[in-house]
């Protein structure tokens, strides 16, 4: 049983920082690829960043590449979204998730395991 709980999760003003952390209870997820998602008001959950399971390599949507960096900590079964220069565009509620370990890391529905999601807020 996994349990994912997001934190982190703010109010900021445009040009700001937060860091969000994905914390797992139940089970270790050291060899799973890992993911954030985030999904704003009338739209689709869309793919944010992943880590794999196995190197560490770390991919992004174009939309925050430059901005966001992923990581992860399998001794604190934690992962990790460092949100820099935030835009309004990035407001959203933001999840964490357990990939089915296929390569198909950006679609939502690989993954198997969500966090409840944390809201962030981005004002112009």
């Known amino acids: 049983q996994v349990q994912l709980v997001e934190s982190g999760g703010g109010s900021v003003q445009a040009g700001g920082s937060l860091r969000l952390s994905c914390a797992a209870s139940?089970?270790?997820?050291?060899?799973?690829?890992m993911g954030w998602f985030r999904q704003a008001p009338g739209k689709e959950r869309n793919f944010v960043a992943a880590?794999?399971?196995?190197?560490?390599?770390?991919y992004y949507a174009d939309s925050v590449k430059g901005r966001f960096t992923m990581s992860r900590d399998n001794a604190k079964n934690t992962v990790y979204l460092q949100m820099n220069s935030l835009k309004p565009e990035d407001t959203a509620v933001y999840y964490c998730?357990?990939?089915?370990?296929?390569?198909?890391?950006?679609?939502?529905?690989?993954?198997?395991?969500w966090g409840q999601g944390t809201q962030v807020t981005v004002s112009s």
């Open positions: 139940g089970r270790t997820f050291s060899s799973y690829t």
């Open positions: 880590i794999l399971w196995r190197g560490g390599s770390t």
């Open positions: 998730a357990r990939n089915f370990r296929s390569s198909d890391y950006d679609l939502a529905y690989k993954y198997d395991y």
